[in-house]
């Protein structure tokens, strides 16, 4: 099953997945993959760091400068080393019960960024997944999935924590039977 969580830009996502993790491991699920946290300096967002879920570390993962041959997104670039860092995970991650991928975006739906590792492993019934995707995306995402078992949690929703800890329990406890 993939559980995608969607909403707007900063509107909490990141913060709600924290939570959900921690949950998660708490309940004794063996959760793996990263998120994205957004790095200040200053006032100013100066890209976003990845944090290992597992090795509970944090690697720089994409900025606002960079070289001219790295993969690029709007006004940001992946670091090579921090991009194969998240393919490691999210391979690794076919050994969880839950991987988490804060966040599937534009760069993804072009076929680049995390996309070659995921595609390897999105499919394989025996992980759920947790994906961070933005709403304006999600439509030309779910073609690419084709006919995974998809479920949709908005961020808008106050009782998104509840629920969606509670879709992944029955997910599991379905897998098990």
């Known amino acids: ?19 959900v993790v921690w949950e998660l491991k708490r309940q004794k699920y063996k959760v793996d993959g990263f998120l994205s946290e957004t790095v200040w300096r200053k006032e ?8 290992d879920l597992k090795k509970e570390r944090s690697i720089p993962l994409i900025r606002r400068t960079g070289e ?8 940001y670039f992946f670091i090579p080393q921090s991009l194969a860092e998240a393919e490691k995970i999210i391979l690794r991650g076919k050994e969880a019960d839950i991987l988490v991928v804060d966040e599937v975006g534009p760069l993804e739906l072009s076929g680049r960024g995390f996309w070659p590792a995921l595609k390897q492993v999105v ?31 908005d961020i ?14 029955i997910e599991k406890k379905g ?3």
């Open 1 to 19: 099953m993939i559980f995608i969580l969607t909403g707007p830009v900063h509107s909490g996502k990141t913060t709600l997945l924290k939570k």
């Open 44 to 51: 100013e967002i100066v890209g976003y760091d990845l944090f």
């Open 68 to 75: 001219e041959e790295w993969q690029k997104i709007g006004s």
């Open 123 to 153: 499919f394989q019934p025996l992980t759920s997944y947790i994906l961070v995707i933005r709403k304006n995306i999600i439509k030309d995402f779910l073609a690419m999935l084709g006919k995974s078992k998809v479920k949709i949690f």
């Open 156 to 169: 808008k929703n106050k009782d998104i924590f509840t629920q969606l800890i509670e879709e992944i329990k």
């Open 175 to 177: 897998q098990r039977t």
